[in-house]
Each structure stands twice: as structure tokens, then as C-alpha cells.
């Protein structure tokens, strides 16, 4: 037996009749088959990302890095991350400094540092590779 996500049509239509509401149970079924799609997704992304040691987050800031020649005002990669809480971001940031061998304040104080470094451009070739090949097999 297999445990589905999502209620079946009946069951929708069901709970619209008991709650008297006025929606559409075909839709309530797409809905949710398309939420269980895209959650599936989602976590088939965070393996295929977790293989090189990122996370989505950390792969769409290095996305970002990469399309401005590995050099941003921390405020704009903020803003093109759609980052909204400052901490989040500067949490992000702490950890991917980190890792690289850099610290906060030399971004900070130069207000622009170049922070991608050739081993960042490797790891974004060995992806885009990965990429290619899911696409080509």
C-alpha cells in the first residue's frame, strides 16, 4: 500500500460539501499534485547539490558570484538572492567566507572584493558538467 501526499477527488469533495465551501475540488487535487511534484523536485535538487557540498542556497550564491566575475557588494548579492532578513544572508556569507579563507571585514572594508575563487570556477565547471550529463543521459 502507498501513501499518497494528497487527498483523492472524492475526499475534496467530500470536506468542500461538509465545510460548505464554494471551490473547485478538481483544482484542490491539481494543487496538491503539483505541491507534492514540486516538493519532490526540491529535494531530488538538494542531493544533486549536497554531491558537492552546497546546499541550494549556497549554489545560487555562487550563481550569483559567477555571473558578476566573482565580484559583489555584499547589499546587491543580498538583493538578487531575494534575502530579506539581513541575518540570513549574513550568516550565508560568514559560512562561504569560511570555507574560502576570507573574513567578513575585507569585504566590508573594501566594500568590493573579488571572493570567487579558481577553485569556486572548478566546482561551478564539475556542476555544469553533472548538469550536461543528466541532460544528455
Not at 24 to 30: G, K, T, Y
Not at 61 to 69: Q, T
Not at 76 to 93: G, M, Y
Request: proline letters at 2%.
Amino acid at each position: 500500500m502507498t501513501l499518497t501526499l494528497f487527498p483523492r477527488l472524492y475526499q475534496s469533495k467530500r470536506q468542500i460539501d461538509r465545510y460548505n465551501l464554494d471551490i473547485d475540488a478538481q483544482a484542490i487535487l491539481v494543487a496538491s499534485r503539483l505541491m507534492a511534484a514540486g516538493a519532490k523536485l526540491g529535494h531530488a535538487v538538494e542531493i544533486h547539490f549536497s554531491r558537492f557540498g552546497l546546499s541550494i542556497g549556497r549554489y545560487r550564491f555562487l550563481a550569483d558570484l559567477e555571473d558578476n566575475d566573482g565580484e559583489e557588494l555584499p547589499s546587491q548579492l543580498a538583493e538578487n538572492l531575494e534575502v530579506t532578513r539581513r541575518s540570513h544572508f549574513t550568516a550565508l556569507l560568514r559560512s562561504f567566507l569560511r570555507q574560502n579563507d576570507r573574513s567578513l571585514t575585507d569585504i566590508v572594508t573594501s566594500k568590493r572584493s573579488p571572493i570567487f575563487t579558481d577553485r569556486l570556477f572548478n566546482l561551478m565547471a564539475e556542476i555544469i558538467s553533472a548538469h550536461q550529463e543528466k541532460k544528455e543521459g
